[in-house]
């Protein structure tokens, strides 16, 4: 069984389940589209690479997305990880908001390209 461990974040979706890519790749992936539990998932273990969904929403009154929080948890238990992040273009300026105060290790616009997405793990 594998040890290395991949926290796949989906928050509004409508793209694909790149759940499979994971596994052939050698990872046990936890799949979450709570941004709440997957907090707690990042508390309780220990993550090689974080594939998150960015959205930006206006509304937000002190934060740039909807993945803040979970980055700091990543940052505390699994500094290591690797921060693979899928976005839709119109919020690159919030991204790159978001990039001045984390860490990002590869980022892909939607629509992703599976192969762009697997030379991110290399």
Same mark, same amino acid.
């Given at each position: 069984?594998?040890?290395?461990? +991949? +926290? !796949? ?6 793209? $694909? $389940? &790149?759940?499979?890519? %994971?596994?052939?790749?050698? %990872?046990?992936? $936890? %799949?979450?589209?709570?941004? *709440?539990? #997957? ?7 220990? &993550?090689?690479?974080?594939? #998150? @969904?960015?959205? &930006?929403?206006?509304? !937000? *009154?002190? *934060?740039?997305?909807?993945? @803040?929080? +979970? +980055? #700091?948890?990543? @940052?505390?238990?699994?500094? @290591? ?5 899928? %976005? ?6 919030? /991204?790159?908001? /978001?990039?001045?105060? &984390?860490?990002?290790? =590869? ?12 030379? =991110? !793990?290399?």
């Amino acid at each position: 069984m594998s040890s290395n461990k +991949l +926290l !796949f974040f989906v928050d509004e979706g409508g793209f $694909d $389940d &790149y759940t499979p890519l %994971f596994a052939r790749l050698g %990872f046990l992936v $936890d %799949f979450e589209n709570s941004q *709440r539990k #997957a907090v707690k998932l990042a508390k309780k273990n220990k &993550y090689q690479v974080l594939v #998150a @969904e960015f959205s &930006y929403n206006p509304e !937000f *009154r002190d *934060r740039v997305s909807n993945i @803040e929080s +979970l +980055l #700091a948890t990543l @940052e505390s238990h699994s500094p @290591e990880a690797k921060i693979i992040i899928l %976005f839709d273009k119109i919020n690159q300026t919030q /991204l790159d908001q /978001l990039k001045q105060r &984390y860490k990002t290790d =590869c980022t892909l616009a939607f629509p992703v390209i599976e192969e762009k997405l697997m030379a =991110c !793990f290399n």
